[in-house]
């Protein structure tokens, strides 16, 4: 089969063009023909050599896929040979076939095309984890989403408004801030321009929000403590402003805020398993209800991905980088 692989550290070049021999699933798992892959953040951090690869996972980069299932052990499972699906996998998206676990492969939503499912399963799955799983958003809180244009952003905002929820962003141009709030954001604020705990506060009345995604860290840390509510919580989710912050733990204890981080890849089968049953139970019936709708930027062929990092290490793209296998 055709793949990207690594074929060192380094830029986008080192993306290259490779013959690999077609993976074998095992018990639990079936092959995927592949017809799109999403492009992550957490590609390029394993291209850099920042991501390390969880062991017996794939080498090459790709953490979503969406296809037609042609082989595995279907036996008693709720997928048939032929069935069109996506699915969160560890690696080895960015390729003409994938195996992928039979509990992380969600159905492609009716009416949509299967490049427009690749887009779901990364940041689909770590919306639901972090936002509403481990930050536990719910009844009629409000979220703040860091970085609201990006692939993630873009999933938690329209989930989040979906969902009943109050959702401000930040973005880095007026552009992105109305692309925000045309999928839902109360406001779009332009961090470049404008304080966004000050807009949070004067926005919430005083009160700040209850919940943050951010996947920035660094320096916004102490700003984001000063928009949360009382019980508000930050959910972390990636380190793009730096991994050192001073924090004014006075507040945190005086105001029983909680800050969290997670990482979703080399979490067990069984808890994204479970995140995947979350989704289908409650997410999905939105997709079909056409609620949420795929954000996609701009779509490369695979032997252009080198292209699409660069692309994404741009920050020029609203929503999400795919590649047409």
Not at 166 to 173: E, H, K, L, M, Q
Request: proline content about 6%.
């Amino acid at each position: 089969m055709r793949a990207i692989e690594i074929t060192q550290f380094g830029g986008p070049e080192v993306l290259q063009l490779c013959e690999r021999p077609r993976p074998v699933p095992k018990s639990g798992e079936v092959l995927i023909k592949v017809h799109a892959a999403g492009i992550n953040r957490p590609d390029v951090f394993q291209r850099t050599g920042n991501y390390p690869v969880p062991p017996g996972a794939s080498d090459l980069p790709g953490l979503e896929v969406a296809g037609e299932i042609v082989g595995g052990d279907l036996t008693g499972q709720p997928f048939l040979r032929g069935d069109l699906v996506c699915a969160l996998v560890q690696g080895g998206g960015y390729a003409e076939y994938c195996v992928a676990p039979i509990s992380q492969c969600l159905p492609v939503p009716p009416g949509w095309t299967a490049l427009e499912a690749a887009s779901l399963p990364e940041t689909f799955f770590t919306v639901w984890s972090n936002v509403f799983d481990r930050a536990h958003l719910s009844g009629k809180e409000t979220l703040l989403v860091q970085g609201g244009s990006s692939g993630i952003g873009v999933t938690a905002i329209q989930m989040a408004v979906a969902l009943g929820h109050r959702v401000f962003a930040t973005a880095g141009s007026e552009e992105k801030c109305r692309a925000c709030e045309a999928l839902g954001a109360e406001l779009g604020i332009n961090y470049r321009t404008q304080d966004f705990a000050a807009v949070i506060k004067d926005k919430t009345g005083g009160k700040g929000v209850d919940v943050i995604l951010d996947m920035v860290g660094g320096d916004y840390l102490p700003r984001e403590i000063n928009c949360l509510a009382d019980d508000g919580r930050i959910a972390l989710i990636a380190l793009l402003g730096g991994a050192k912050a001073e924090l004014d733990l006075g507040q945190v204890l005086r105001r029983r805020l909680t800050i969290s981080g997670s990482t979703l890849r080399p979490r067990s089968l069984a808890f994204k398993a479970a995140i995947a049953q979350h989704l289908l139970n409650t997410v999905w019936p939105l997709l079909t209800q056409k609620k949420i709708k795929p954000v996609i930027f701009r779509s490369f062929p695979l032997e252009q991905a080198a292209d699409a990092h660069t692309l994404m290490e741009s920050s020029a793209h609203v929503g999400k980088i795919m590649l047409q296998v």
